[in-house]
């Protein structure tokens, strides 16, 4: 005999091995509040439907109420033996109440059951990373906004390119947050359906109100075929995918702000409670937190890996293998959440080093396509511009200073159509300033970019 809540059929018991090698509710506990809720939801419906008695529902859901308080007092008592988080939970109820719990998993299965929890966790996650993800994109704001008219290097190919503002530069990491974000919310709108009704595969004998059961638990309508609902995951990958891309941003701005925090570029501080020192070499200060966010990305990318190969083999409907998402999803949640976490409170702190901003972008001559543009103002065709300022680049390369200190003899020796406004173009607040369209890095188009920004977070 086989004393498992589904052991009617079994001669022998499990193996000690099998039940370790089996179990999942070391991990998936954690998703005891959504489980509850899903039974409660069950619970009332088949009383509303007649198939269970008011007072079982009401036993049950008082049952299923007391063990979430316990759970969350730390007295409950998780058992492997009872395999995950389901049967933990439906032992303990039948243990309490008697034989209405027993009939709550009337019309279900653990295949719908698990499905359905997945999916009310995975919304939950999303609803608290769109508020980090909002924490996030308004300290970058402000950090713009503070930054409006400060001059850094812009660069293509890690090279200095042309000057842009640092507020510029930050609304740029902005942009790719948001669609971090528009990801999210369509992962959530495409998930959001109830799964409950499907039972192991095929739908089930009572007459079960799934709409029901969906308004109960904010679903926003019901999963339209019972086999696919037990077997899809697809939510779990876009949901890893979304996540892989906000780690990939994070991580292309955490390699900026390495690069930035060395003392070749010195371009900004970041305070010293983000970052650690060296056992050994006292002049060290390292910026931990953007090296280790750089690193989780590879694990979270790994995660969602695993994911696409776990299912890519699978048969319908519901296989076992899908107990093997839970690790590597838990894993990309936690990931991404503490990488959003230390993000909103780091980029506030953020300090930039204005003065070695600018100098580095003087130093770069980065105004050289302003010179080509100024010499296309007075008719040259850019090609022979283009040629006229390199080897004014050159000159004064040579000469160890920027095409902007030269004098206006040294200017006119390379072309002699250069005259005394040239200084108000090739200056690195000239430069800036002429690039004044949507969407272009000039101080009046950052102010009215943040301004825009301000306005659709207050809609
Ligand atoms: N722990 C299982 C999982 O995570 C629950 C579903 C088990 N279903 C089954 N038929 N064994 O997928």
Redesign the pocket.
């Known amino acids: 005999a086989n004393q498992k809540l589904w052991g009617g059929r079994f001669v022998e018991s499990t193996s000690a091995l099998v039940e370790k090698f089996s179990e999942?509710v070391s991990f998936?506990a954690r998703l005891y509040r959504q489980d509850i809720a899903g039974s409660k939801a069950h619970a009332r419906m088949l009383g509303k439907v007649g198939v269970l008695s008011a007072t079982d529902v009401d036993k049950i859901v008082a049952g299923l109420d007391a063990i979430l308080a316990e759970i969350e007092a730390g007295r409950f008592e998780w058992s492997e033996k009872l395999?995950?988080v389901?049967m933990n939970i439906e032992a303990r109820l039948t243990e309490a109440i008697g034989d209405a719990g027993k009939r709550l998993h009337t019309g279900r299965?653990?295949?719908d059951?698990?499905a359905t929890d997945l999916r009310l966790y995975v919304r939950d996650v999303i609803d608290e990373l769109l508020q980090l993800i909002d924490r996030v994109g308004d300290g970058l704001l402000d950090l713009a906004e503070r930054e409006a008219d400060s001059v850094m290097p812009g660069f293509t190919h890690l090279q200095i390119a042309q000057p842009v503002t640092f507020g510029h530069h930050m609304l740029a990491w902005r942009e790719q947050m948001l669609r971090d974000r528009a990801r999210l919310v369509d992962c959530r709108k495409r998930m959001n359906l109830l799964p409950l009704g499907a039972a192991?595969l095929a739908g089930t004998v009572y007459p079960i109100d799934r709409h029901d059961v969906a308004e109960q638990l904010g679903f926003d309508g019901v999963t339209e075929n019972s086999l696919d609902t037990v077997s899809d995951r697809d939510f779990a990958l876009e949901f890893c995918s979304a996540a892989s891309l906000i780690l990939v941003h994070l991580s292309r701005w955490s390699e900026e702000l390495i690069l930035w925090s060395t003392p070749m570029f010195a371009f900004v501080d970041l305070p010293d409670r983000f970052c650690t020192g060296s056992s050994i070499m006292p002049q060290k200060k390292n910026p931990d937190v953007p090296e280790l966010v750089r690193g989780k990305t590879g694990r979270v990318i790994g995660n969602l890996n695993a994911l696409l190969v776990l299912m890519k083999g699978q048969p319908l409907a519901?296989n076992?293998d899908?107990?093997e998402?839970?690790p590597p999803l838990f894993d990309t949640v936690d990931t991404v959440t503490n990488c959003l976490a230390v993000y909103a409170d780091m980029i506030p702190a953020i300090k930039v080093r204005r003065d070695n901003c600018r100098s580095a972008a003087a130093k770069g001559f980065s105004t050289a396509t302003d010179l080509a543009d100024y010499l296309v103002g007075k008719g040259l065709p850019f090609r022979d511009a283009h040629h006229v300022v390199g080897s004014t680049v050159a000159y004064a390369q040579d000469k160890g200073c920027d095409i902007a200190e030269l004098s206006l003899g040294e200017l006119r020796r390379f072309s002699p159509l250069i005259g005394e406004d040239v200084y108000e173009r090739i200056t690195l607040e000239g430069s800036l300033a002429a690039r004044n369209h949507y969407g272009a890095t000039s101080p009046a188009q950052v102010r009215a970019a943040i301004a825009r920004a301000r306005s659709a977070r207050k809609e």
């Open positions: 999942s998936d395999e995950d389901h299965s653990r295949n059951q698990v192991a519901y076992r899908n107990q998402d839970k």
